[in-house]
């Protein structure tokens, strides 16, 4: 993602890109050259974040959806 200028998010799908995307530069040590990507990116995700808290419903990613219906999954260990 360019860091020449700031985005916004619309949708979960960026929102998990933002987020790897983030993670790889908290990773790579030399990626800290990319301060204001990091920043841009977290900053993006806050809003996203908060214009959803906004929002009288929440989308559920169909994956996480998905996920809930499952009826093969264990317990978590104690």
């Known amino acids: 993602m360019p860091s020449s200028a700031p985005f916004s ?12 995307r983030a993670a790889e530069l908290l990773a790579d040590p030399t990626a800290f050259d990319e301060d204001l990507e990091f ?7 806050v809003e996203f974040d908060l214009a959803q808290e906004d929002q009288e419903f ?3 990613p169909q994956a ?7 009826t093969d999954r ?3 260990a104690p």
Not at 9 to 20: D, G, H, T
Not at 39 to 45: C, F, G, I, R, S
């Open 9 to 20: 998010i619309s949708s979960y799908e960026q929102r998990k890109v933002a987020i790897l």
């Open 39 to 45: 920043d841009e990116l977290t900053q993006a995700v």
């Open 58 to 60: 929440v989308e559920i």
């Open 64 to 70: 996480f959806s998905q996920f809930l219906s499952r």
């Open 74 to 76: 264990q317990p978590p």
